[in-house]
């Protein structure tokens, strides 16, 4: 593919001979950016006009055009360390997980703080996690903070423990256990401020160029004093700010909605933690576990919930919660219904308040998130990790529970506004993984379509920050966009009459890549953020 490299956003450019994925014309083949937007989609012989006047003519050569990807839930951070460091998501036993944490201590003499994601004993066959003990003898006895594959449990050495005073007076240390709750959140702050600036600014760069190779133009950053810090908050957001790559939306989970404002957020908000999660044994169930007994965690109720949606509503700032458990999402929608009732419903819909996660849904908290305006932002990875009948989720709920969670198609019946995103390092930053989940759900009663699911993760992240514009290819919007080498483009949707009729070409239904399960997916060759390139691979 023959093409001038952009340099500036202020240039004018013509995209011809491809596939542009735009509502404003399903049959387009060429797109012109100009200034940051898309000025023009078309076919090819109207492109013909714009050939002489533009300062770059990129010849797609059959490439496909979408708009970029919005993540709509990312520990940024964290996400670069896994990327750059000790990773135990491929561990398929608790001895091969050994030997990667010897290793990586052995690589990193000079770190003060060794940190590694990513165990997940319930798919070892030792069915547990690595011991204390264990831990001191493959780091040699120096900090090392390790996070489950959900991150509400870490497994920590000795010499960890000892940087925080008090640790086992704390919610959620049990001797020999992995730590939950308080305890958890106590050592991921120590961890945290062990790191240098440096350590920090290197793996959110990592993290961010990452995610452009992926096609991915936004990030919405969930953090909170009991996730980060505030170092890492501003740091990012600063580095966002002053260098190229996806852009960062701030989300800053604080019941002091003031404190988020203060530090650049767009709502206090994100990880707001309701309850913990499944895998963990920590999110609020309203019945017991089918492999534990008791119901989990709860950590905030429905008076908290109300008094916060008022205070960020009064502030202008969007609210949100991290709910998994039937009883936690129940106490948010309690919650935010008691805040509609002081403030009025209107106000409550139009400040597009957010729920993360929302996993296990009925019929009666569906409705109440489509009556009171609350944007579903999930994370369709984990059905795909996690779901099925021999999956966790069965393993932690038993068969019939677990069928019910993750209910997107009832969601999108219901009129739920969907964002979908990844909760990386959880599930790793994949955004086309990411629309193949959903449409292929392993709950077929759950599946969307692909159109569905990648409106959900373009379109669907800009309406979750309140960008009604953006999110698509149309004149105006901002020029956000993605080019990809991929196979025939179809229209896949759960049922066949839909389908049959959606790959008829009298319908006008742009067609997306064939995503079944088992075939390759797209490969991002360019990735461009109001109109600047922050991911180039088109001669590759």
């Not at 006047?53 to 919005?70: I, K, M, N, Q, S």
């Not at 409705?367 to 579903?376: P, Q, S």
């Not at 229209?491 to 070409?505: E, L, Y």
């Amino acid at each position: 593919m023959s093409e001038t490299r952009i340099d500036s956003e202020h240039r004018t450019v013509l995209l011809r001979g491809g596939e542009v994925h735009s509502p404003a014309d399903p049959f387009a083949t060429a797109m012109v950016v100009e200034r940051g937007h898309v000025a023009w989609v078309g076919s090819e012989g109207a492109a013909d006009a714009f050939a002489s006047g533009v300062d770059e003519v990129v010849d797609l050569e059959g490439a496909l055009v979408t708009p970029a990807f919005v993540d709509a839930h990312v520990h940024t951070t964290a996400t670069g360390l896994a990327l750059t460091g000790l990773d135990l998501s491929s561990a398929a036993s608790l001895t091969e997980a050994a030997e990667l944490i010897r290793g990586h201590a052995a690589a990193r003499p000079a770190d003060r703080i060794l940190i590694g994601h990513g165990w997940d004993a319930a798919r070892w066959p030792e069915r547990r996690a690595p011991r204390r003990d264990e831990l001191d003898e493959l780091t040699g006895g120096r900090p090392l903070y390790l996070t489950r594959i959900d991150v509400h449990s870490a497994v920590v050495t000795t010499a960890l423990l000892d940087l925080v005073p008090g640790i086992r007076e704390l919610t959620g240390f049990r001797d020999g256990e992995p730590l939950t709750a308080d305890a958890h959140h106590a050592v991921r702050a120590a961890a945290y401020a062990a790191l240098s600036p440096q350590q920090r600014s290197e793996a959110q760069r990592a993290a961010r160029r990452h995610a452009a190779s992926l096609g991915i133009g936004t990030l919405h950053e969930c953090g909170g004093p009991e996730i980060s810090s505030e170092d890492d908050f501003t740091g990012l957001l600063d580095l966002a700010r002053e260098e190229a790559g996806p852009r960062v939306v701030g989300y800053w989970a604080d019941l002091d909605v003031e404190r988020a404002r203060a530090l650049g957020a767009v709502g206090a908000a994100g990880d707001l933690f309701a309850d913990g999660s499944l895998g963990s044994h920590t999110a609020c169930l309203h019945e017991a576990y089918a492999d534990a007994a008791h119901t989990g965690v709860s950590h905030i109720d429905a008076a908290t919930v109300a008094a916060h949606v008022v205070a960020a509503t009064e502030a202008g700032l969007q609210a949100g919660f991290h709910a998994i458990g039937d009883a936690a999402v129940k106490a948010v929608v309690d919650g935010v219904r008691a805040a509609s009732e002081k403030l009025g419903l209107a106000r409550i819909r139009a400040a597009r308040h957010r729920v993360e996660h929302a996993e296990m849904l009925t019929p009666e908290t569906i409705a109440a998130f489509a009556e009171l305006g609350l944007t579903a932002s999930v994370q369709p990875a984990f059905d795909a990790a996690w779901g099925g009948e021999d999956g966790m989720y069965t393993d932690r709920l038993g068969v019939e529970r677990a069928r019910t969670l993750n209910p997107y198609a009832a969601l999108l019946r219901a009129g739920v506004p969907l964002a979908f995103g990844s909760d990386s390092p959880v599930t790793p930053l994949d955004p086309w993984g990411t629309v193949r989940a959903a449409a292929f759900h392993r709950t077929p009663e759950h599946r969307i379509s692909v159109r569905a699911a990648f409106t959900a993760h373009t379109r669907g992240g800009w309406r979750a920050v309140g960008r009604d514009d953006a999110g698509t290819l149309v004149p105006g919007a901002p020029a956000d966009y993605a080019i990809w080498r991929a196979a025939e483009l179809v229209v896949q949707a759960p049922d066949d009459r839909v389908a049959r009729w959606s790959t008829d070409p009298r319908s006008g239904t742009p067609g997306l890549p064939d995503l079944t399960p088992g075939g390759d997916l797209p490969v991002c060759l360019r990735t461009v953020v109001f109109g600047q390139t922050v991911f180039d691979r088109l001669n590759g």
